[in-house]
Structures are given as C-alpha cells and as structure tokens.
C-alpha cells in the first residue's frame, strides 16, 4: 500500500507539468484504448462462463454479484493496460515523445521507461487482486433448461439445481430511477431462494421466453404477483421500441 501511495503521489507531481498539446491526445487515446481492452476484456469473461453452462441451456446469465465482480476490477485493470498502450503509441510519435521527454526534466518517474515501469508494477498489483475476483464472478451464475434451473452460488462450484416444480412464486417488477429502467423477473423457490431472471441479461431472457414459458404454464403450484402499474407502464414504453415493448409487457403481467 505505501508504494502505491508513493506511485500516486509522483503521479499527481507528474500530471502538474504536462502542458504540451499531445496530453490532450493522450488522454483521448488513453480511454480510445482502455474502452477496446475493457470490451475485449468482457467477452473473454463471458465466453469462459459460457463454456462453464450446459449446451442445452435455453437461457443463462451472470447475477448481480458475479457481474460485479466480473466487470468492475476488470476496468480498473484496464484502464492500467490501455495507459501502458498509449504511453508505448506516444512514443512511437517522435514529435510527441520529445515534447514529453522535454516535459519529464527534473520530474522523477516522469522518463518513458520510469513511467512503463511503474504503470507495470500498478498493474500487476491490481492483476493479482482482480483474477480471484473475476473467478467468483465467471462461476457466480445461473442457466435454464428444460429439466429447470441450476444456479451455482457465490464461493461456490457446485450448483444447486431446481426442478420446474420447486418454483412456488414469480413476482414482476418495473421501476424507473434517474431515467433508467429497472426489470425484475423474480422465481422463489421452496427453499427460499430467489433467482432474477430478467435483472442482468434482460433482452436476452426476453427473446428466450417463448422457450420457456410453456414450462412455466405447466406448474400449477406457481403464485404470481405482477406489481406493475400505470406509471412503470409509461415509463417503460419511452425505453423500448413497440414490438419489444409489447413482448416485455406480456412477459411482466405473467399473460399465459
């Protein structure tokens, strides 16, 4: 911790002193480049957690948690990568890299090679704390087949599997907060457990549906209790173009 403290504090020393215009490329090319090792970062998580469900899954999704811990250290990791990118893609640019080699007099950390130097050991830190995380998040999810739900919890590797029949309530939400739309889909199980269906992967699940409401339709034991109004119905109609509109409002009114 006190190195890192020391590597932030020269890098705020070292962030005074950049006046030349190429800063202004670099901060551009910076989040240019963090964004495409953010995304390409993401489908690499998502497609190992994909190998991790079965083939015959007709619906599957990360869940609040594991998306959390998936996503959130991976950018913070990626912000460290895609400076380490653009420092190397600065330098390339000879203009560039003699306005900030001229920038870097007298700084300490400020050369290109201390700077790659201690942008690595920064990103190494954040690599070891972020890869246990990422694991947790890639297990942390749930998939529907024909035989039910399987989730595998949070810490865990085991899955827990439910039958169609272990399904004792489905409640719908709809709430829009700060001119965003929140969905629920909400199986209780008899165990108590819940499993959202529809809070992360929403218009993935939306699109699976028709696959797997006859299961639904099927148990009679299942209570529903649909709390949507009015109002979640204006709101949601300013998010969502009529067709997906009219197919997200079937599936929230639990329509059989």
């Known amino acids: 911790m006190r190195r890192l403290d020391t590597y932030m504090s ?44 079965s083939d015959d899954a007709i619906f599957w999704s990360y869940t609040t948690i594991g998306g959390t811990l998936m996503f959130i250290p991976l950018i913070i990791l990626s912000f460290g990568i895609g400076m380490m990118i653009t420092n190397l893609i600065m330098w390339l640019i000879r203009p560039a890299r003699m306005a900030f080699d001229k920038e870097a007099i007298g700084i300490k950390g400020a050369s290109f090679s201390e700077a790659m130097k201690g942008l690595a050991t920064l990103t190494f830190i954040i690599l070891i704390i972020t ?14 087949t024909s035989d039910g739900v399987q989730i595998r919890p949070l810490f865990s590797i085991k899955e827990n599997r439910y ?80 067709g997906k509109y009219d197919k997200i409002i079937s599936i929230l009114r639990c329509e059989k």
Request: proline share 2%; glycine share 4%.
């Open 10 to 53: 020269e890098a705020r020393q070292r962030a005074k002193r950049r006046r030349s215009p190429w800063n202004l490329l670099l901060v551009l090319i910076v989040i240019i480049v963090s964004g495409g090792v953010i995304y390409v970062s993401a489908q690499a998580l998502l497609a190992i957690q994909r190998c991790l469900i």
């Open 131 to 144: 890869i246990p995380l990422n694991v947790f998040g890639v297990l942390n999810c749930f998939y529907i």
């Open 163 to 242: 039958a169609w029949g272990d399904i004792e309530q489905i409640t719908t939400r709809c709430l829009e907060k700060r001119d965003k739309i929140y969905l629920n889909y909400v199986l209780r199980m008899k165990d108590g457990r819940d499993i959202d269906l529809m809070r992360e992967r929403r218009l993935e699940f939306v699109d699976a549906y028709d696959k797997i409401k006859p299961f639904l339709a099927a148990q009679s034991q299942i209570k529903y209790d649909c709390q949507i109004t009015d109002g979640d119905i204006a709101a949601l109609k300013k998010h969502y173009f009529q």
